[in-house]
Structures are given as structure tokens and as C-alpha cells.
């Protein structure tokens, strides 16, 4: 299971773009890169995954640059209650486990 | 809705008393885990069925054990907990499908908070 690196914490405020990005030197070829999200007191909570590129849906994207040894998440126009923890993992479905690294806590500012 | 229920969400047991949680799931999903999350860190996985298939974490200490009598319940067992093992537990599920897909996401349930005095 590749490891990842990310920030430990960052702060923004409302209305901001956030980028969080997740460095991951020794992923593998057959590797996903999935982003989870944590409120306090809650289970983790799965945003966004992908392969290559770019990928988008209605809470996140998720760009991927052509080496994959990194990922950066991009949050459009947060607002208070994105304020959590942002956990990147890698990893393939060969693996039944995931491992979680530290995570980013994102604190937005009003 | 499917989802993953755990119960009770809070729990207060004595120092050295045997304590229960229970974690159930209407996904139908063939992997559950149990993972201990302490104050300000990562989910820490304790261990996971894959099916009846258990599996261990090398560093999950002997106190720390599990049942899956099927595929909807797991249980995890703390057979004599010590102040260290107060912490959030999370129980998550996951279905495993076979090829070079996409991994499968986990569904976490809200977790059960356990206090030990």
C-alpha cells in the first residue's frame, strides 16, 4: 500500500477555492487514489476517486497530473461546514484494506 | 436507505469489564472492518472479515477480538479494557470485485464512542 503525504492543516475562508494536495511517490500502476471526508464525531465519508487526469462530480474534483506521484483535491466556494478532516489514500481493489494516513484538518474561516 | 448502523454510540464501561460493540450493515457488502480512531488522529484498522475470512492486523492487541456470525453483523469484543482503549470505533463496509477496477469505497458507520473509567 502506497503512503501519502499531505498537508497537516490549512485554513481558508468562505467563498475560497481550496486545493489540498496529496503526494504519493510510489504508487503503483494499478493504484486509485480516493479522497475521504471527516466530521467530528462521524465515520469517514467517501468524496471522490481517480485513475488519471481530472475527475468531477458535484462535491469535489480531482486532479491527477500524467506521473500520478501526486493528487491535488479541489473543493469550489467552501463554506463553514466543509471545515473537516480530508484523508487522500492509494491503493487497488487487490487489496481489501485501506490505511489511513494523517489527513489534512481544513479549518474555514468566515 | 442501506447503511451501516452501530450501536449503542456511546458507551461507558469500568476499567477490566468486558464490553461489546456491534456494527450491522443492509449493504449486502462481503467485507466489514472495525477501526479504532483516537482523539486528533487517523483511523487505525484493527482488523477485517473478508467474508467468514478474518484478518488480523499485526500490531491489534490480543484484546481486541471479533465475530461475524453473517454477512449483515460484526462484532468486536474487548475482553478487558484498559484507559487506553477509550476511542472511537468505527465499523465500515466494503464489497471486493474481482479485476483491475476501481477500488471500492468503504461505508463507514457513525462510530461508537467508548469511555472507560
Known amino acids: 500500500l502506497a503512503k501519502t503525504t499531505q498537508p497537516i492543516s490549512m485554513d481558508s475562508y468562505e467563498g475560497q477555492e481550496v486545493n489540498i494536495t496529496c503526494s504519493h511517490n510510489?504508487?503503483?500502476?494499478?493504484?486509485?487514489i480516493t479522497w475521504y471526508q471527516q466530521f467530528p464525531s462521524q465515520g469517514p465519508r467517501f468524496i471522490i476517486q481517480g485513475y488519471k487526469t481530472k475527475v468531477t462530480n458535484e462535491v469535489a474534483s480531482l486532479f491527477i497530473p500524467a506521473d500520478r506521484k501526486s493528487s491535488t483535491l479541489s473543493l469550489p466556494r467552501v463554506s463553514l461546514s466543509d471545515t473537516a478532516v480530508y484523508y487522500c489514500l492509494v491503493g487497488d481493489n487487490r487489496d481489501d484494506k485501506i490505511i489511513f494516513g494523517k489527513g489534512t484538518r481544513l479549518h474555514i474561516l468566515p | 436507505d442501506a447503511m451501516v448502523i452501530q450501536n449503542p454510540r456511546y458507551q461507558v464501561t469500568q476499567f477490566g469489564k468486558p464490553v461489546t460493540l456491534s456494527c450491522s450493515q443492509t449493504?449486502?457488502?462481503?467485507?466489514m472492518y472495525w477501526y479504532q480512531q483516537k482523539s486528533s488522529q487517523a483511523p487505525k484498522l484493527l482488523f477485517h472479515y473478508y467474508d467468514k475470512d478474518f484478518n488480523n492486523e499485526a500490531d491489534t492487541p490480543d484484546n481486541f477480538q471479533s465475530r461475524r456470525p453473517n454477512t449483515s453483523f460484526c462484532f468486536l469484543d474487548i475482553r478487558s479494557p484498559g484507559l487506553g482503549d477509550a476511542a472511537m470505533y468505527l465499523c465500515?463496509?466494503?464489497?471486493?470485485?474481482?479485476?483491475?477496477?476501481?477500488?471500492?469505497?468503504?461505508?463507514f458507520g457513525p462510530g461508537t464512542r467508548l469511555t472507560v473509567l
Open positions: 449493504l449486502n457488502h462481503n467485507v
Open positions: 510510489n504508487i503503483a500502476t494499478n493504484d486509485y
Open positions: 465500515a463496509t466494503s464489497t471486493i470485485r474481482t479485476g483491475y477496477s476501481s477500488t471500492d469505497t468503504q461505508y
